[in-house]
């Protein structure tokens, strides 16, 4: 078997080895690439089979002991009678039977089930004092025996032992009262539904019901004394664990606080109780490893080679997920604060971990091979955790200090500064460990008290002095200057507190408190150690959920090249990283600080417990854990809701061919009963008792009568909507000033996107309250008016054949009903026309209007139909003196006079020709027609004459001739600016030669 085991250890170790060794320096053998998956598959498949042997393998080694083997293992012991196998088993439908007639029985029966919580409560009473007893047991025995080695320490886990047994009596005596306590309950409803007795003179009830009565008032009284007892008993378990809880914290201050006479004769008793512990240590340890090389070798092996493997696996398969993430490239000249941090904690944290596994393992194989002898397995404990703590200081020095990369370095210190500071922090370490290791060995072998304080007090002195020797060196590089330069010294704070420390430790040790230096001395070096590591997670995780902070690292890159990520998605993946970063860090090191601190285990699993399930605010018992299993269970509830939505929906109701309308309808009320149904498990599951929310319910009644009637009105509203169907997702609808298409019909408001994409949410209550239009409720089937106007001079009959004729088949017009042609009416100028159409998809009106008003103005062309359209407005117009002349003798009916004296004004000498006034387009594009010369009389009635210019005596008067040189003379060759309606000056007409009027 031996060779068998030899072989299975060389190859796949020395394997595993090569590939982690290359893979941590960026180099990879061929042979190793191809083999590595290959060989982490084969490994966890090894594991597991070896592990399901390893029952056989423990009992196939010898388990006894030789003749000349003292202290060595005994053989196990054989099993109880009580756990062989019944010879003649009863058949499983018998046993149902039993079970079942027993709780029938169990509920005919009440006073049984009383009597065994009776049963019940007497026997935790009896426990809790023994307990109790062995509490004053304990505290007699720390007080005698006083002179043994960690005498205190022993009796702190006894009573720690003693505390969890307490609180585990209480939880469970709890249990039971709430279990009594919910029957009561039953029991009063019970009564409740079975009314009084009737009173004197009344007519008799059923003797089943007194019968009745009288058995549920019994069982009440009895669950009543039964409540009152365990009360009782919590209340007594309570103030003993309080008891416990006081006894071990002035244990602890006086092991801290216990003086030590230091002289002579005490290190000479030490030295000789030293002479003594080491020769029977070497005497145990030399005939337990006889033992084990001579009768546990396959055992011994198959223990270390399996806690190897998981340790190797483990490692191997971090390196391989995380391997950009924990290893530090020296190609990297310039790495950035986030990648020198995310190494730091990673290289820390993950061989840790391996090495951890790799020691709970490794005990527990051995212990389950019956390797360990009873007194070698506390060294064996205390030597492998001994082990994990010098790896994890080893590491998170290297990871801050980073001695031989300068470039990973967290904190600037000198190349020289960095070695001694790692080499000093190992050495304070290593003396603190070893002393504990010392101090498990003196405890095993019996050794007196004296060897373990003279132990301590060198290890003290030791770290005390490393402490001042760290406060002298040098480490500190300015910034800006070269990392491997010669460093300056501490800044004073530091080195005050450095050298204040470790005289301190000195001092306390020479001085006889030994325990209090020894505390204080393990606290500098494995608490320092895991604050430091802490504060470096705390740091990686803000670090990796700042924004854009994910996207300059070598995971977020791969992200966002792997799966195509956008930068808001990387800053809310690098959120959830650094609060993950954040949770690990609390679970995993809180506890550590707590035990360095003096805490038990057990101690930390009561707090987890109670934290996790007994949060109590006045009378009400919050659960962690049950709110987050409601969380998951309305999760879980939510998820299968919108599958069994989509599933319905698009499988179901799309095969039916059922309406849209519908689909939606019983999509919606499918997500509402699932969503009620997700959150009542999960109320229950958080261990909300749902009849406790009968106050609150009346309170939301209360405010639902005040404040919340609109939102209620709203959601009734919403159901409404659903349940009569007046529109649906897509339809076309108004309702006052909202138009546009149903998007989405939510619980309390109605999404409508109108036609220039605007999103306007309507609340439910509208749609009920005020009429609504829907232009899409049973089909698509609409109509289109169109209006159009044509020139009062144009044939009506004409008109309406050729606007027929217009629309006549154009694309999306129904033919059943044909289009329709309305003479609406007329005035003086124009004749107004409709033109109804009738279209199979009332949502392409838009297009087909604009196809009619293309069609129709292409016909009214062809056919020479002149549109209709507005008058033209009056436009003011701009005349000399002398056109005034010329007006007013027109007004006045001479017009033959009027037209001789123009034939007098100067024609190709300058005179001024009036220029035809320009009309404006009407509204649909149409220029006016030429007014007549009547129209031209009302605009130029409306100009306003000037002052001196006077109008004829007579019709057959003429106005006197002038010449331009006594225009000249008179300064009247132009005209005098005039005054608009704005107050500005403007000039006359634009002179240019022209034909005489």
Same mark, same amino acid.
């Given at each position: 078997m031996a060779p068998f085991c030899r072989l299975i250890l060389s190859a796949p170790c020395r394997v595993l080895f090569q590939y982690l060794s290359a893979s941590s320096v960026g180099k990879t053998d061929l042979t190793v690439k191809a083999c590595s998956p290959t060989m982490l598959r084969f490994l966890a498949i090894l594991l597991i089979l070896v592990s399901s042997l390893s029952p056989v393998v423990a009992q196939q080694a010898p388990t006894q002991t030789p003749a000349n083997q003292t202290g060595a293992s005994q053989p196990p012991a054989s099993q109880p009678a009580a756990s062989q196998p019944s010879a003649n088993p009863p058949p499983a439908a018998s046993v149902g039977r039993q079970s079942a007639g027993g709780g029938e029985a169990a509920r005919d029966r009440p006073d049984d089930a009383q009597a065994d919580a009776a049963q019940q409560l007497d026997a935790a009473r009896k426990r809790l004092d023994t307990l109790a007893a062995q509490v004053e047991t304990a505290d007699a025995a720390e007080t005698a025996r006083s002179t043994q080695a960690n005498n205190s320490n022993a009796a702190d886990n006894r009573l720690a032992e003693i505390k969890a047994q307490v609180d585990d009596l209480s939880q469970q005596v709890a249990g039971q009262m709430d279990a009594a306590r919910t029957r009561i309950e039953q029991i009063k409803g019970r009564l409740t539904e079975l009314g009084d007795p009737p009173a004197a003179g009344a007519e008799p009830e059923a003797s089943v019901v007194t019968e009745e009565r009288g058995r549920l008032i019994a069982e009440r009284n009895s669950l009543n004394a039964v409540t009152g007892t365990a009360e009782t008993l919590v209340a007594d378990a309570n103030a003993l664990s309080t008891t416990i809880t006081e006894k071990r914290r002035v244990l602890f201050s006086n092991t801290l606080l216990r003086h030590t006479d230091i002289n002579v004769d005490m290190l000479i008793d030490a030295g000789q109780a030293l002479v003594v512990e080491a020769q029977a240590f070497s005497r145990n340890i030399g005939s337990w490893l006889t033992f084990v090389f001579t009768y546990k070798r396959v055992p011994l092996m198959s223990?270390?080679?399996?806690?190897?493997?998981?340790?190797?696996?483990?490692?191997?398969?971090?390196?391989?997920?995380?391997?950009?993430?924990?290893?530090?490239?020296?190609?990297?000249?310039?790495?950035?604060?986030?990648?020198?941090? *995310?190494?730091?904690?990673?290289?820390?944290?993950?061989?840790?971990?391996?090495?951890?596994?790799?020691?709970?393992?490794?005990?527990?194989?051995?212990?389950?091979?019956?390797?360990?002898?009873?007194?070698? $397995?506390?060294?064996?404990?205390?030597?492998?955790?001994?082990?994990?703590?010098?790896?994890?200081?080893?590491?998170?020095?290297?990871?801050?200090? $980073?001695?031989?990369?300068?470039?990973?370095?967290?904190?600037?210190?000198?190349?020289?500064?960095?070695?001694?500071?790692?080499?000093?922090?190992?050495?304070?370490?290593?003396?603190?460990?070893?002393?504990?290791?010392?101090?498990?060995?003196?405890?095993?072998?019996?050794?007196?008290?004296?060897?373990?304080?003279?132990?301590?007090?060198?290890?003290?002195?030791?770290?005390?002095?490393?402490?001042?020797?760290?406060?002298?060196?040098?480490?500190?590089?300015?910034?800006?200057?070269?990392?491997?330069?010669?460093?300056?010294?501490?800044?004073?704070?530091? *080195?005050?507190?450095?050298?204040?420390?470790?005289?301190?430790?000195?001092?306390?040790?020479?001085?006889?408190?030994?325990?209090?230096?020894?505390?204080?001395?393990?606290?500098?070096?494995?608490?320092?150690?895991?604050?430091?590591?802490?504060?470096?997670?705390?740091?990686?995780?803000? $670090?990796?959920?700042?924004?854009?902070?994910?996207?300059?690292?070598?995971?977020?890159?791969?992200?966002?090249?792997?799966?195509?990520?956008?930068?808001?998605?990387?800053?809310?993946?690098?959120?959830?990283?650094?609060?993950?970063?954040?949770?690990?860090?609390?679970?995993?090191?809180?506890?550590?600080?707590?035990?360095?601190? =003096?805490?038990?285990?057990?101690?930390?699993?009561?707090? $987890?417990?109670?934290?996790?399930?007994?949060?109590?605010?006045?009378?009400?018992?919050?659960?962690?854990? =049950?709110?987050?299993?409601?969380?998951?269970?309305?999760?879980?509830?939510?998820?299968?809701?919108?599958?069994?939505?989509?599933?319905?929906?698009?499988?179901?109701?799309?095969?039916?061919?059922?309406?849209?309308?519908?689909?939606?309808?019983?999509?919606?009320?499918?997500?509402?009963?699932?969503?009620?149904?997700?959150?009542?498990?999960?109320? *229950?599951?958080?261990?909300?008792?749902?009849?406790?929310?009968?106050?609150?319910?009346?309170?939301?009644?209360?405010?639902? =009568?005040?404040?919340?009637?609109?939102?209620?009105?709203?959601?009734?509203?919403?159901?409404?909507?659903?349940?009569?169907?007046?529109?649906?997702?897509?339809?076309?609808?108004?309702?006052?000033?909202?138009?546009?298409?149903?998007?989405?019909?939510?619980?309390?408001?109605?999404?409508?996107?109108?036609?220039?994409?605007?999103?306007?949410?309507?609340?439910?209550?509208?749609?009920?309250?005020?009429?609504?239009?829907n232009w899409t409720h049973r089909n698509k089937l609409g109509r289109v008016d169109i209006t159009f106007s044509a020139h009062a001079s144009n044939d009506p009959r004409k008109v309406v054949e050729s606007l027929r004729a217009a629309v006549t088949g154009l694309p999306n017009i129904l033919r059943n009903p044909e289009p329709i042609i309305v003479f609406r009416g007329f005035t003086s100028s124009e004749l107004e026309f409709e033109v109804r159409v009738f279209l199979a998809d009332i949502l392409q009106g838009v297009s087909v209007r604009t196809d009619v008003r293309m069609a129709v103005f292409e016909r009214f062309q062809a056919d020479g139909i002149a549109l209709g359209g507005p008058a033209a407005p009056e436009v003011p117009i701009k005349i000399s003196p002398e056109d005034a002349e010329v007006l007013s003798a027109i007004f006045q009916g001479t017009r033959s006079e009027a037209a001789r004296g123009s034939s007098q004004l100067p024609g190709d000498a300058g005179g001024y020709v009036e220029q035809a006034s320009v009309e404006p387009p009407d509204s649909r594009g149409n220029d006016i027609p030429d007014s007549s010369e009547n129209d031209r009389r009302d605009v130029l009635r409306g100009e306003e004459l000037r002052p001196d210019v006077k109008p004829a005596a007579s019709a057959t008067a003429s106005p006197p001739s002038v010449t331009p040189a006594q225009k000249r003379d008179a300064g009247e060759d132009k005209p005098a600016p005039e005054t608009d309606a704005d107050g500005a000056k403007s000039g006359s007409r634009k002179r240019r030669p022209g034909r005489p009027r």
């Open positions: 223990a270390l080679f399996l806690s190897l493997c998981s340790a190797l696996v483990l490692l191997a398969g971090t390196h391989r997920l995380f391997a950009p993430l924990l290893r530090r490239s020296v190609r990297d000249l310039n790495p950035t604060y986030i990648a020198r941090l *995310s190494r730091a904690f990673g290289s820390t944290l993950v061989p840790t971990i391996a090495a951890a596994t790799f020691a709970t393992t490794a005990f527990f194989f051995l212990q389950t091979f019956n390797v360990l002898r009873p007194d070698i $397995a506390p060294i064996v404990v205390t030597f492998l955790a001994l082990c994990v703590a010098l790896q994890f200081v080893w590491t998170i020095s290297t990871a801050v200090l $980073a001695p031989g990369q300068a470039v990973w370095r967290l904190v600037r210190v000198s190349d020289r500064g960095a070695r001694l500071l790692v080499a000093l922090i190992m050495a304070m370490a290593f003396a603190n460990l070893l002393d504990y290791l010392l101090e498990t060995i003196s405890v095993t072998l019996g050794s007196p008290l004296v060897l373990t304080v003279a132990k301590s007090l060198i290890a003290s002195i030791i770290i005390g002095l490393l402490l001042m020797a760290i406060a002298l060196i040098r480490p500190v590089i300015p910034q800006g200057e070269p990392l491997d330069g010669q460093g300056r010294p501490w800044p004073r704070a530091i *080195s005050i507190l450095l050298l204040l420390a470790g005289l301190g430790l000195i001092t306390a040790a020479l001085s006889g408190y030994v325990g209090l230096a020894r505390f204080i001395a393990t606290q500098i070096v494995v608490t320092g150690a895991i604050f430091v590591t802490m504060y470096i997670g705390i740091l990686t995780g803000k $670090a990796l959920a700042k924004q854009n902070a994910l996207a300059k690292t070598v995971g977020g890159r791969y992200l966002s090249h792997r799966y195509r990520l956008e930068p808001m998605a990387l800053d809310q993946i690098g959120l959830a990283v650094g609060l993950s970063i954040y949770l690990l860090v609390a679970m995993f090191f809180v506890p550590l600080l707590l035990l360095q601190w =003096g805490f038990k285990i057990a101690d930390i699993e009561a707090w $987890a417990y109670r934290i996790f399930t007994e949060i109590r605010i006045g009378t009400i018992t919050i659960s962690l854990v =049950g709110i987050f299993a409601g969380i998951m269970l309305f999760i879980l509830g939510f998820v299968i809701t919108r599958w069994l939505q989509r599933w319905i929906d698009g499988s179901v109701l799309a095969r039916s061919r059922v309406d849209l309308g519908v689909r939606n309808s019983v999509k919606t009320g499918i997500g509402y009963l699932g969503m009620g149904i997700a959150g009542l498990i999960g109320i *229950s599951a958080a261990g909300l008792d749902l009849s406790s929310l009968a106050l609150v319910a009346g309170a939301l009644s209360l405010g639902v =009568g005040f404040g919340l009637q609109n939102i209620v009105s709203n959601f009734v509203s919403g159901l409404i909507l659903l349940v009569e169907r007046p529109f649906k997702v897509g339809d076309w609808v108004i309702s006052g000033t909202t138009e546009g298409f149903v998007k989405r019909i939510s619980v309390r408001a109605t999404e409508i996107e109108t036609f220039q994409r605007q999103t306007i949410m309507v609340p439910n209550s509208l749609f009920i309250n005020a009429s609504v239009g």
